[in-house]
């Protein structure tokens, strides 16, 4: 299908070729269905079309499945004769198993090449989604970012944020008077959240060298593009920081991409598995920030392709921008499914031939409910479509295969090495140490100085006799003078008195009544 990205078979007897057009592929998409009803086999088969007609790809492999996709299918594998079958149902005349370009990464480096950025690029947003924080823990993570640039202090990796929160609760006075209160509750809070990002490995993914993103947008001299696999079975126990390195790779892709308008075909496409963990929970500033990526993004030659279990997971905005989509079975067990299956039923261009509702709720494993965008960019009609067979390995690699396409790479090395360069963490620690050092040489020069040095460097008239403050009441003691002779001298001086004479006249009075 020239043009095209062949899906499978459509029609009464699914003899009717469906295929995704290129000119519309960055207007976005959608595949959906319930779990086991083919939607990791549906992701496979449009990458291997899109890698086919020279488009880059992105994808996340959640449960492994994917990296199959570097291997041809075999003659050999149980489902072989299934597989011809359904080609020559579906008009498939070319079928043939063949092997795909593939680039493996893994955010832990242990089953791809490391894939990193740096705390800057990330920024206080997404960070802040990641954490969980607070608007007034947002707000201190903001102020941290803004001081970073104003004093030149790079924020690449984990340790240097938190040095610098540690700086911001020691200066937190003078930072109050021009950006308000920054509270030391609020600092500990993010540094317990850095810590838990800390143990679920998040600080492989922050430092240099970071991901450069022409090394995933790659076309080989054979013409075909390159599929990125992303290792996320292991990533998946984060889930947080799985949604959150996607979207921030999306936020980058549309920020450093230029204007393309429309492009014959799309110079990116990428596929957003397991997507409702993207807006489980998200601000609507986060969601907002999805949108407008989703809105504009396709100027920048890019599609976006959410994979998720029911539609309703995509928030209704978002939804509406995607244009071409594979609906797998949906399951209507609650009153709740229900709802949903007749929500996604209805945004569908309807066919006079079936019902689109019932179509959802009874298409088998490996057949969809389709649509795609047609001339002009309006919604194709619906249709019941039987999915071609992949021509690639279905399953995953084994570990020794993994390795040898991952020696093979063009990015074999590049990103191996951590390079720990001088940045926020270091300079805050060379003040510190020289701020140190300079106070013990203080002190030990104070501790050589003799008494009279010390009192004539705190600047007081030194002369040898304690001085006392002056009062009317009180008793000077010469140094000459004993305990006991200023002890008699006190006593007479108070005898001497009024108060004494009181004294003395009252016990002597006793003393005569008494006789």
Do not use: C
């Not at 050589?448 to 009317?472: H, I």
């Not at 000077?476 to 004479?501: H, I, N, Q």
């Amino acid at each position: 299908m020239d043009g095209k990205v062949f899906i499978g078979g459509g029609g009464q007897d699914y003899g009717d070729k469906q295929g995704l057009t290129l000119k519309y592929a960055n207007r976005h998409g959608l595949i959906a269905g319930a779990t086991g009803t083919g939607k990791t086999v549906t992701l496979q088969i449009l990458a291997e079309g899109f890698s086919k007609a020279g488009v880059p790809v992105f994808l996340s492999d959640v449960k492994g499945d994917l990296s199959g996709l570097a291997a041809a299918g075999s003659e050999t594998f149980k489902l072989h004769q299934a597989f011809t079958d359904r080609a020559t149902q579906i008009g498939f005349d070319n079928y043939a198993y063949e092997s795909f370009p593939v680039t493996f990464w893994d955010l832990f480096g242990d089953q791809g090449h490391p894939v990193r950025t740096t705390v800057s690029e990330m920024g206080p947003l997404l960070l802040a989604r990641l954490m969980e924080l607070t608007e007034a823990q947002e707000g201190v993570l903001n102020i941290a970012f803004r001081l970073a640039d104003q004093k030149g202090l790079p924020l690449l990796d984990l340790k240097d944020l938190q040095s610098l929160l540690v700086w911001l609760g020691e200066n937190r006075g003078e930072i109050a008077l021009r950006y308000g209160n920054v509270s030391v509750h609020s600092i500990g809070a993010i540094q317990r959240r850095l810590l838990v990002l800390e143990n679920q490995g998040a600080s492989k993914l922050f430092g240099e060298p970071a991901l450069d993103l022409m090394d995933i947008m790659h076309v080989g001299a054979d013409g075909r593009g390159q599929i990125n696999v992303l290792a996320a079975d292991k990533l998946m126990g984060a889930p947080r920081l799985y949604a959150t390195f996607l979207l921030w790779l999306l936020s980058e892709l549309f920020e450093e991409l230029p204007e393309v308008g429309d492009p014959d075909k799309p110079k990116l496409v990428f596929f957003f598995d397991e997507a409702h963990l993207l807006f489980d929970g998200a601000p609507k500033a986060l969601v907002d920030k999805v949108e407008q990526v989703a809105r504009l993004i396709r100027s920048k030659g890019v599609g976006v392709y959410f994979v998720t279990q029911n539609p309703d997971d995509i928030p209704e905005d978002i939804l509406g921008q995607l244009g071409n989509r594979v609906q797998h079975a949906l399951r209507a067990f609650t009153a709740r499914d229900r709802k949903a299956l007749k929500m996604a039923s209805e945004t569908y261009r309807p066919n006079p031939r079936f019902d689109t509702e019932a179509a959802i709720r009874e298409v088998g494993v490996g057949e969809a409910v389709t649509s795609m965008l047609m001339k002009k960019g309006v919604p194709g009609i619906v249709e019941r479509t039987l999915i071609r067979p992949p021509s690639s390995q279905l399953g995953p690699l084994d570990p020794s295969e993994r390795r040898a396409v991952m020696a093979a790479s063009p990015m074999a090395g590049k990103y191996d090495q951590l390079n720990d360069r001088r940045s926020a963490y270091e300079i805050l620690k060379e003040r510190a140490d020289s701020a140190a050092a300079a106070a013990q040489e203080a002190e030990a020069k104070e501790e050589e100085m003799s008494v009279a040095e010390r009192e004539f460097s705190a600047a007081r008239r030194y002369s040898g006799t304690r001085v006392r403050r002056s009062s009317s009441r009180t008793l000077r003691v010469r140094a000459d003078d004993t305990f006991g002779e200023a002890m008699t001298k006190m006593v007479v001086k108070e005898l001497s008195g009024t108060t004494g004479r009181r004294i003395v006249r009252g016990v002597l009075g006793g003393l005569f009544k008494g006789r």
